[in-house]
């Protein structure tokens, strides 16, 4: 089979790369002659090949593109008291509460935090890379800003990098960094890789710095940036393609 027949039916696919943002179609049809376009693996360097952009994996320069037109990635800045769920049987603020967010639609949460912590969540009708960018295996990176009471020691870093004990086994953090101070109370920055309930909580609590306020800033390539709390937006074309290899997809 061809690459002009892989599908009689469906898309251009200059036409599929242009609608995702990759350029004009003009410009697309001279990547593909440059050979720096795949289809489900396989290179193409004709043009004129048609496909059907739900179910193909189209990489330009071994990055993915997002080409399902049903396909759905938001990033919302979760606020303090709002639960991480689509619905809650006590009537707390939950996630269809938010713009962008209906409730007939069946979206999975990248990233679950606290009702007392705020910040970067995912959204996302993309069942397999939210399984993965939760599946510890990847070790997706998320970073904190968490307020603390109390004196940060000198040695803090290096403690939480070589890991702490907790109830339910050694964590460690991938970096941390203290990036204000004020009377007796100061601001830390924590990247870590884990996903166990309340872990930033938790480790941070084992050295004696509860933690008054935690914000998560980023998840992956996706910056919490200046989206107000309450607000979503949808991704954009590098931020999903960044998501997707970082997964492996």
Do not use: W
């Not at 509460?97 to 069946?106: K, M, T």
């Not at 399984?131 to 997706?140: D, E, I, N, W, Y």
């Not at 924590?190 to 998840?219: N, W, Y």
């Not at 919490?224 to 960044?242: I, M």
């Amino acid at each position: 089979m061809s690459n002009t027949e892989y599908d009689r039916q469906g898309i251009r696919l200059q036409k599929v790369m242009a609608a995702g943002g990759v350029g004009s179609r003009r410009a697309c049809e001279e990547l593909i002659a440059q050979g720096r376009v795949e289809v489900d693996g396989r290179v193409v360097v004709e043009q004129g090949m048609r496909i059907d952009p739900e179910t193909v994996v189209i990489k330009v320069d071994g990055m993915r593109l997002q080409t399902s037109q049903t396909a759905l990635y938001l990033a919302v800045n979760k606020p303090r008291g709002m639960v991480t769920t689509m619905s809650d049987p006590d009537g707390r603020p939950c996630l269809t509460d938010l713009p962008s967010v209906r409730r007939d639609q069946r979206l999975f949460h990248v990233g679950r935090l606290d009702a007392d912590s705020e910040g970067l969540l995912l959204l996302t009708n993309d069942g397999e890379l939210a399984h993965r960018l939760t599946h510890p295996s990847f070790g997706v990176r998320k970073t904190y800003l968490a307020e603390v009471a109390g004196a940060v020691a000198k040695d803090l870093g290096r403690t939480l990098r070589s890991g702490v004990e907790l109830d339910d086994g050694v964590a460690k953090v991938d970096s941390f960094r203290v990036v204000g101070r004020s009377g007796g109370r100061a601001m830390v920055e924590i990247v870590i890789h884990e996903g166990r309930k309340h872990i930033v909580r938790r480790m941070l609590a084992s050295v004696d710095l509860p933690v008054q306020r935690l914000v998560r800033t980023q998840i992956g390539a996706v910056r919490l940036g200046d989206l107000r709390p309450g607000k979503t937006r949808p991704l954009n074309r590098a931020e999903v393609s960044a998501l997707f290899e970082a997964v492996d997809l």
